[in-house]
């Protein structure tokens, strides 16, 4: 029998709920996660707390260090300029071009076993080649050495010391040449702005200029007696950087920056260079060793010229020869021989032992002193003090000066500027010799009136011929442009004109230096050859002077010329120094728009004016 399959519910019973089953963990596992935990938290802690309260510096060291960089802003050295603002000395923008050795090192081999070493096989092909970047940059290599003009054995000995870290491969170098460079992308290789000294004029006035070396520091000349005036200070500040380089904080001032100062000389460039031409022309002419010439300004004492030879260009090192660079104008002394026989006149009328009137009887042209003789070129007989000058007489001075005590002729020596500092404050200036002696023979103090025994520079001389032309007042010397500072007289003002008209009578006919003459002024200077001293005695050599002014009625310019050993039968002074000063002294008077004075005026005719 089928059952029917019942759809009635069974009737529920008291319900039972089932448990949820959690998983579950051992408790060592537990216990050691939550202890690595709070022990990492723990040190976290500890750090953050030891940072910032034991070492709160440490971050900011740390960031600072990345971040803060020092910056310098150059101070370029200032310009020396002529009186007329013509530039004589400048800096201009230069580069040095340096390596970092270390940095070399880390990027390729440079020896030849790393050179070796650094071939690889191509699997595919089997042949042997460089690393693709090694020879790639040691191509280059040969190109910087020949761009910096540095032997590329040198430049392997400085890219082989990977423990220095910085060496300068070339200074002094121009931007086309750091553009090269920087297109050779060579790993540690890097340039620096800095600063070149260029000298327009050349050789003309390098011997008064100077030089610097490549710091910018004057070594020579006026670079070097004026040099903390004309290098400047270099500032610094303490700045922020972001990674790329840019500034983003201008933190401090550590060095204000000091702005150089810039020189103008009272040398007019015009004139130097014609001084320099004629100069340069005369020593090579009459083969001497060498010259040198001053311009001054009698009522001011400044130096318009100052030129020397040999000479070199400053902007060419390789020229560079100690010989060469000596301002021979203030540094070379001389025995000036005739040159001074003016000044013996002066002296006598000084001290009352003569007077512009007298005649004095030269004859026989000779006479003996203690056993030693002086003479003249020929027996002039009778001859008034002008005549004396004009044919440079040794008899007729000699016997002015023996009339004098040696103090007497001493005191007007330094009078005029013989034996002292001419005070133009130049390195290396020497002040001559005047000796000072208790006892004094007959034969020294006449030898000393005609120029030997005693020495001077060529500066001295111009000096001492600027004071008769300036009726006998003494002006500092000066070769910086400046405020003009008051005389001194030194001398008697009518025995220093009647002084200058004596020497009128050197340049004109029958005189001994005709070639001295300056067409349209009258000129008054003296001529001076003289032997040079050796070891026992004098020698074959000579040096020829000329020392003038003019214009001889109102006297603006005195001129030295210094010329050494000249060759050959054109050694004397009229010769060989005259036609110098002439010409010199001509442009000078032209340039400065003096009138000439080739009349008859007197000094009192042009005072009443």
Excluded: C
Excluded at 151 to 156: E, V
Excluded at 180 to 205: C, D, M, W
Excluded at 479 to 486: H, L, Y
Excluded at 493 to 519: C, F, L, Q, Y
């Amino acid at each position: 029998m089928n059952r029917k399959r019942s759809t009635s519910r069974p009737k529920a019973g008291p319900q039972t709920r089932k448990k949820k089953v959690y998983p579950t963990y051992s408790s060592g596992r537990y216990i050691f996660v939550a202890v690595t935990i709070s022990l990492i938290a723990v040190a976290l802690i500890s750090r953050l707390a030891f940072i910032q309260i034991l070492e709160p510096e440490y971050l900011t060291n740390e960031a600072d260090k990345r971040s803060l960089r020092v910056t310098s802003s150059v101070a370029h050295r200032g310009n020396i300029e002529d009186r007329n603002g013509e530039e004589l000395a400048i800096s201009v923008p230069a580069y040095a071009i340096w390596v970092d050795p270390k940095e070399v090192k880390k990027h390729f081999a440079f020896t030849k076993e790393d050179w070796e070493n650094s071939v690889v096989v191509n699997p595919k092909t089997g042949l042997e080649r460089h690393t693709k970047k090694f020879f790639y940059e040691s191509k280059k290599w040969p190109a910087l050495a020949e761009v910096l003009d540095i032997p590329m054995a040198d430049l392997a000995k400085v890219l082989q010391k990977p423990r220095s870290r910085f060496a300068y491969l070339k200074r002094q170098v121009n931007d086309p040449v750091v553009q090269y460079v920087k297109q050779l992308k060579l790993s540690g290789i890097a340039s620096q702005l800095e600063s070149h000294r260029f000298y327009p004029t050349g050789e003309i006035n390098a011997n008064i200029l100077g030089l610097t070396d490549l710091d910018a520091q004057g070594i020579e000349g006026i670079e070097k007696s004026y040099n903390d005036y004309l290098e400047g200070q270099t500032g610094k500040r303490r700045v922020r950087k972001d990674r790329l380089g840019n500034v983003i904080d201008d933190i401090e001032v550590l060095k204000e920056k000091k702005l150089a100062g810039n020189l103008q000389l009272t040398i007019d460039q015009r004139i130097q260079a014609v001084a320099y031409s004629e100069l340069k022309r005369a020593v090579k002419m009459n083969n001497a060793t060498s010259g040198s010439i001053v311009v001054i300004d009698i009522h001011s004492g400044e130096i318009f010229a100052m030129a020397n030879y040999p000479s070199f260009n400053p902007n060419d090192r390789n020229q560079y020869q100690a010989y060469k660079l000596r301002n021979r104008a203030i540094t070379d002394t001389f025995e000036p021989g005739s040159t001074v026989k003016p000044l013996v006149v002066a002296s006598a009328l000084i001290n009352n032992k003569t007077n512009v009137d007298e005649v004095i009887d030269t004859s026989p042209g000779w006479m003996n002193l203690g056993g030693r003789r002086v003479r003249d070129s020929h027996n002039y007989g009778k001859m008034h003090l002008g005549k004396i000058l004009k044919k440079s007489s040794n008899i007729g001075v000699s016997k002015l000066a023996l009339r004098l005590k040696p103090e007497e002729l001493q005191q007007t020596f330094a009078d005029f500027g013989l034996g002292n500092d001419t005070g133009i404050g130049l390195i290396g200036e020497s002040v001559g010799r005047l000796p000072i002696r208790h006892r004094w023979s007959d034969f020294e103090l006449a030898t000393m009136s005609f120029g030997y025994g005693i020495t001077a520079t060529t500066l001295q001389l111009a000096k001492a011929y600027g004071i008769l032309g300036s009726g006998g007042v003494q002006y500092p010397l000066s070769i910086i442009k400046g405020a003009k500072q008051p005389g001194e007289q030194v001398i008697p003002k009518n025995i220093a004109r009647e002084v200058v008209e004596m020497m009128e009578g050197v340049s004109e006919k029958g005189g001994t230096a005709p070639k001295a003459k300056v067409d349209g002024y009258r000129i008054a200077g003296k001529t001076g050859t003289s032997r040079k001293a050796e070891a026992g005695g004098y020698g074959d050599d000579y040096v020829a002077v000329f020392a003038g002014l003019a214009p001889a009625t109102r006297p603006r310019f005195s001129i030295a010329v210094m010329i050494n050993e000249p060759q050959g039968d054109r050694y004397y002074a009229g010769d060989v120094a005259a036609p110098v000063f002439s010409e010199v002294m001509k442009s000078t008077l032209l340039l400065t728009h003096v009138l000439p004075d080739g009349g008859d005026e007197s000094y009192t005719y042009l005072e009443a004016k």
